[in-house]
């Protein structure tokens, strides 16, 4: 799936939410956590997911399919690489996903995984989309790979990531270039997103065309939510 909104909607907060009850199913859960914003579901004693912070020495060193079938449940928090590690990173990544549940024979090999990656428009190259994230994306899920992308610039993202989305959930979007893009990848009318509220979102079923409302300030979670976008200025502005 793909969740896309303006900044401060509320998609992290709600995928955290979806994270909570869904990602237990899974064999493997990864969360690919730019901005180290979801450290609450990494408190220990009720940890949905161990932290993992990734700096250049591990960037090197780590054996994903390794670190994957070990540990299981792994947020990722890159820590001082570059642009292009990040993106080399969740290419190996997305890459010991489809290995683990597809291409290893191994015993107890892992039969699902669910890969989400918030700010992913930081994350992929809008004109080269990794070859590794591609194939997970495009033929993952009749292996039991499924993928959550979030991103507040859907204009900043590899077309295939939305288009290839089963479900899209979208949140308040209101840049002309952000509705241009969302509206060559769905049937949906992204003119109707101006007019959402923050966290309130529509959601998308790409195959059989339905969309339904839906409000996420009673989504629940257990635990907390670490957003550092709250605005220190915003208080001495008139609006
Ligand atoms: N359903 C909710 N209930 C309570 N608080 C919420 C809810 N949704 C969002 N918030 C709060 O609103 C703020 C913005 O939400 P969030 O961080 O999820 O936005 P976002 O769309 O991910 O923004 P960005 O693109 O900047 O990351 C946060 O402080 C978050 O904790
Ligand atoms: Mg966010």
């Given at each position: 799936?793909?969740?896309?909104?303006?900044?401060?909607t509320?998609?992290?907060?709600?995928?955290?939410?979806?994270?909570?009850?869904?990602?237990?199913n899974?064999?493997i859960?990864?969360?690919?956590?730019?901005?180290d914003?979801?450290?609450?579901?990494?408190?220990?004693?009720?940890?949905?997911?161990?932290?993992?912070?990734?700096?250049?020495e591990?960037f090197?060193?780590?054996?994903?399919?390794?670190?994957?079938?070990?540990?299981?449940?792994?947020?990722?928090?890159?820590?001082?690489?570059?642009?292009e590690?990040?993106?080399?990173?969740?290419?190996?990544?997305?890459?010991?996903?489809?290995?683990?549940?597809?291409?290893?024979?191994?015993?107890?090999?892992?039969?699902?995984?669910?890969?989400s990656?918030?700010?992913?428009?930081?994350v992929?190259?809008k004109?080269k989309?990794?070859?590794?994230?591609?194939?997970?994306?495009?033929?993952g899920?009749?292996?039991?790979?499924?993928?959550?992308?979030?991103?507040?610039r859907p204009?900043l993202?590899?077309?295939?990531?939305?288009?290839?989305?089963?479900?899209?959930?979208?949140?308040?979007?209101?840049?002309?270039?952000d509705i241009?893009?969302?509206?060559?990848?769905?049937?949906?009318?992204?003119?109707?997103?101006?007019d959402?509220?923050?966290?309130?979102?529509?959601?998308?079923?790409k195959h059989?065309?339905?969309?339904?409302?839906?409000?996420?300030?009673?989504?629940?979670?257990d635990?907390?939510?670490?957003?550092?976008?709250?605005g220190?200025?915003d208080?001495?502005?008139?609006?």
């Amino acid at each position: 799936m793909s969740v896309i909104g303006a900044s401060g909607t509320g998609k992290s907060y709600y995928t955290g939410s979806l994270l909570e009850d869904r990602a237990p199913n899974f064999d493997i859960s990864v969360h690919f956590d730019l901005e180290d914003e979801e450290g609450g579901l990494s408190v220990e004693g009720n940890a949905l997911y161990g932290t993992l912070i990734v700096d250049r020495e591990r960037f090197e060193s780590i054996d994903w399919p390794k670190c994957l079938f070990n540990h299981r449940q792994v947020r990722v928090v890159p820590d001082a690489l570059d642009d292009e590690e990040i993106q080399e990173l969740y290419g190996r990544i997305s890459a010991a996903a489809m290995a683990l549940c597809k291409d290893l024979e191994i015993d107890d090999a892992p039969e699902s995984a669910l890969v989400s990656c918030d700010e992913a428009h930081q994350v992929l190259d809008k004109n080269k989309l990794d070859s590794r994230v591609n194939r997970m994306q495009t033929g993952g899920r009749k292996h039991g790979v499924e993928t959550i992308h979030l991103t507040q610039r859907p204009a900043l993202m590899p077309l295939t990531i939305l288009s290839q989305s089963d479900r899209r959930v979208y949140f308040h979007v209101s840049e002309q270039r952000d509705i241009k893009k969302i509206n060559k990848a769905s049937v949906f009318d992204a003119n109707r997103l101006k007019d959402l509220k923050a966290r309130e979102a529509i959601v998308e079923n790409k195959h059989s065309g339905e969309f339904e409302k839906i409000d996420t300030d009673n989504c629940g979670r257990d635990r907390p939510h670490f957003s550092g976008d709250d605005g220190l200025l915003d208080d001495a502005l008139p609006v």
